[in-house]
């Protein structure tokens, strides 16, 4: 629902529901196992152990301000996922051991938040080329900022600590983007830094008896760097860099299983430089 009441402003409030069904992947994935069996352990298929439906709901709630070359948009978010599906799950039955994706009533997650997004056209600035069309001789720079700050849980259940954040989910992030374009060139210079973010495998520690897991990973920035330099109307040279200071930083976990990295590095320094041809 979005309400206008002039130009300048503008509020929104959003509500949506989700549910999935279980996988294939995680039925495929959950086994029955007989360790009595000679002269090896037998498995066999058993989806039964993913059962029911996960659930997910989120909220938002925005406020939108234009000026005559400066927006500001702030949103509240909150989301939450409930009976969602654990991978690992290891049970004794009468029958023998269950192994694989299970749904656990006492795992699920809560999110909150706000975000800001904010942008301002800096500059148009006009040369007053002689007989250039309109436009054809102008120079526009565009600064944009984005900043997100959330706070959440985590409940696992199976007696195990809930945790005070989402696990691999920052606190802040934020990105920088400084943008010019030219007729000839663009350019453009972006920042991403992202703060702290708690390991999933921290959770099970004890249980998997790592004694290396790292609870927190620390906080990075990041900066990359696109140059376009149009050669004709068909003819493009392109210049871009990722990651330029070659930042060493750790990615998301895998799976949160005990066979994970325990550092997951991501790519350092990129640079691509090339050419396209337009045929339109």
């Known amino acids: 629902l979005q309400y206008r009441p002039d130009s300048a402003w503008s509020f929104r409030v959003s509500y949506a529901g989700a549910f999935r069904r279980p996988s294939v992947y995680g039925r495929?994935?959950?086994?029955?196992?007989?360790?009595?069996?000679?002269?090896?352990?037998?498995?066999?298929?058993?989806?039964?152990?993913?059962?029911?439906?996960?659930?997910?709901?989120?909220a938002e709630l925005g406020i939108r301000r234009y000026w005559q070359d400066f927006t500001a948009d702030l949103?509240?978010?909150?989301?939450?996922?409930r009976n969602m599906a654990r991978n690992g799950y290891l049970v004794k039955t009468d029958f023998g051991w269950q192994y694989g994706f299970a749904n656990s009533p006492g795992l699920g997650l809560q999110l909150w938040g706000i975000q800001g997004a904010f942008g301002n056209?800096?500059?148009?600035?006009?040369?007053?080329?002689?007989?250039?069309?309109?436009?054809?001789?102008?120079?526009?720079?565009?600064?944009?900022?984005?900043?997100q700050y959330?706070?959440?849980?985590?409940?696992?259940?199976?007696?195990?600590?809930?945790?005070?954040?989402?696990r691999n989910f920052p606190r802040w992030i934020s990105q920088f983007m400084l943008s010019l374009?030219?007729?000839?060139?663009?350019?453009?210079?972006?920042?991403?830094?992202?703060?702290?973010?708690?390991?999933s495998s921290a959770v099970?520690?004890?249980?998997?008896?790592?004694?290396?897991?790292?609870?927190?990973?620390?906080a990075?920035?990041?900066?990359?760097?696109?140059?376009?330099?149009?050669?004709?109307?068909?003819?493009?040279?392109?210049?871009?860099?990722?990651?330029?200071?070659?930042?060493?930083?750790?990615?998301?976990?895998?799976?949160?299983?005990?066979d994970d990295l325990l550092y997951n590095p991501q790519q350092g320094r990129q640079i691509r430089f090339g050419v396209n041809y337009n045929m339109n």
């Not at 330099?229 to 070659?246: A, D, E, P, R, T």
Request: include cysteine; aromatic fraction near 18%.
């Open 28 to 58: 495929v994935n959950s086994y029955y196992i007989d360790i009595d069996s000679r002269p090896f352990p037998s498995a066999e298929l058993n989806g039964n152990l993913l059962a029911s439906t996960e659930q997910i709901r989120q």
């Open 75 to 81: 949103q509240f978010f909150y989301q939450e996922g």
């Open 121 to 147: 056209d800096i500059l148009n600035f006009d040369l007053k080329q002689k007989n250039a069309a309109p436009g054809e001789s102008t120079i526009t720079a565009k600064l944009e900022y984005y900043c």
């Open 150 to 166: 959330s706070r959440g849980r985590e409940w696992f259940g199976y007696g195990l600590p809930a945790t005070n954040d989402v």
């Open 181 to 199: 374009r030219a007729p000839k060139w663009n350019f453009m210079v972006s920042s991403n830094r992202q703060n702290g973010i708690q390991s």
């Open 204 to 218: 099970y520690g004890d249980f998997y008896q790592r004694n290396t897991v790292i609870n927190r990973y620390p």
């Open 220 to 258: 990075y920035r990041t900066w990359d760097f696109m140059l376009r330099v149009y050669l004709s109307k068909h003819f493009l040279l392109y210049l871009h860099g990722q990651n330029i200071f070659n930042r060493y930083y750790a990615g998301i976990d895998a799976t949160g299983t005990p």
